[in-house]
């Protein structure tokens, strides 16, 4: 599980440095080249690869349904956020809706008043999303607390942690908020590269750091002000153009004790101790989406839909799967005895573990799952494109 609370810090509050307005300034000219980036990613090629035919399924596992809602339809990079037992959701239309994750019963619903660029994260009290317009809306029970104009668009879920907002920019900055009255504290950026993608990127807690993907290097943090106490590059600029050289981190993160590890976009998976701020190892990988992890393997996709399972504490290949291949897989959850991975076309495929064969799959509404699978506590759960929550009980 990931640690989702800091201690509360106290100290002198800082807003942003005239460095860092300057360098959101200067990141602004080149957005628009950046999302047109995005846009090309994220669309289909007329001349694809066929998707590999599904294997029957050989319902070796036993999953039961637990509950099903829906929501407005999802466009947005969307992570589910998870604590304890209540999951909270957005939709393209700003609605937010907090659930109760062991069995769906609705806690609250509340709009954030306009279209949705990322979210939703979530303390199990406070929840956080960012609108088309740049607005930060950080929501209580269904009611907006607080809004806050951000300087660039960002497409990561904020962070709720410690009695704070995080939010992790499209320019690469990094900026906190006071969770309760809104007022920015510290600011961090770099400059960046002149494109970067649209899509999720790692924002998290580990202890009382604050981790941030910064381009290709995972950054860490002290939450109270700003300060970098360590960074290690999981990923390194290749080629000639800018579209080569990109190398965000993308969401989607395993965190088992103290060792963090992480997808650079289309370069590596590699793992860090992050206690001490070492690299542990990285592995070259075509892949766009995030990893997980169980005591023995770590587990991702590659662009071309093979699975990959690699020792977690050596890098080395531990198995691969190529019945899936060009289904568009999203970030595989080690779940159990099994690895759970969404597709495109809303099927979820449960691995074994242990070899990476099939042990069962289940399906949802037909649409692209864009977020989970997540669990909480035992029950696993995806949303789908059309805005179907969608929660299972594997055995």
């Known amino acids: 599980m990931l640690e989702m609370r800091f201690p509360r810090f106290f100290g002198q509050n800082f807003g942003p440095s005239n460095t860092a307005r300057a360098s959101a300034q200067r990141m602004g000219l080149a957005l ?18 066929k998707p590999a035919d599904l294997p029957p399924n050989p319902n070796l596992l036993a999953a039961s349904a637990a509950w099903q809602a829906r929501v407005g339809s999802v466009g947005f990079p969307m992570r589910l956020a998870v604590l304890g037992d209540v999951l909270t959701v957005a939709s393209d239309d700003g609605t937010v809706v907090a659930f109760g994750a062991e069995r769906g019963n609705e806690l609250w619903r509340g709009s954030a008043g306009e279209k949705l660029q990322a979210g939703v994260g979530s303390d199990g009290k406070t929840a956080a999303v960012v609108t088309a317009g740049n607005d930060l809306v950080v929501m209580q029970n269904g009611r907006i607390a607080w809004k806050q104009r951000l300087p660039t668009q960002s497409f990561t879920a904020p962070l709720v942690a410690g009695e704070r907002v995080f939010v992790l920019g499209a320019d690469r900055t990094v900026t906190a908020f006071d969770g309760a009255t809104g007022q920015r504290i510290w600011n961090y950026g770099r400059q960046g590269e002149p494109l970067v993608l649209r899509h999720g990127g790692v924002l998290q807690a580990f202890g009382d750091t604050l981790l941030a993907g910064v381009g290709g290097r995972l950054t860490a943090l002290n939450p109270s002000n700003g300060s970098v106490r360590w960074e290690q590059p999981l990923g390194r600029s290749r080629g000639t153009n800018d579209v080569e050289r990109l190398v965000d981190l993308v969401a989607g993160t395993s965190r088992l004790g103290a060792q963090v590890c992480a997808r650079a976009f289309q370069s590596n998976v590699g793992c860090v101790n992050a206690l001490r701020g070492q690299i542990q190892w990285t592995k070259n990988a075509n892949g766009i989406t995030g990893v997980s992890a169980d005591a023995t393997n770590l587990y991702g996709t590659e662009s ?16 691969s799967y190529e019945k899936l291949q060009y289904r568009e897989l999203g970030t595989p959850l080690a779940a159990g005895r099994s690895v759970a ?14 070899d990476g064969s099939l042990l069962t799959r289940l399906t949802t509404d037909g649409s692209r799952i864009v977020a989970g699978p997540v669990l ?5 759960i995806v949303a789908t494109a059309n805005g179907g929550i969608f929660a299972f009980k594997p055995q």
Do not use: Q
């Open 32 to 49: 628009g080249l950046a999302l047109t980036l995005g846009s090309m990613l994220a669309c289909s090629s007329s001349d694809k690869p």
């Open 304 to 319: 071309n839909g093979t699975v990959m399972a690699y020792n977690r504490e050596t890098g080395d290949r531990a198995w």
């Open 341 to 354: 991975i969404g597709d495109s076309n809303g099927n979820i495929h449960f691995l074994s573990r242990e």
């Open 376 to 380: 909480a506590g035992t029950t696993l």
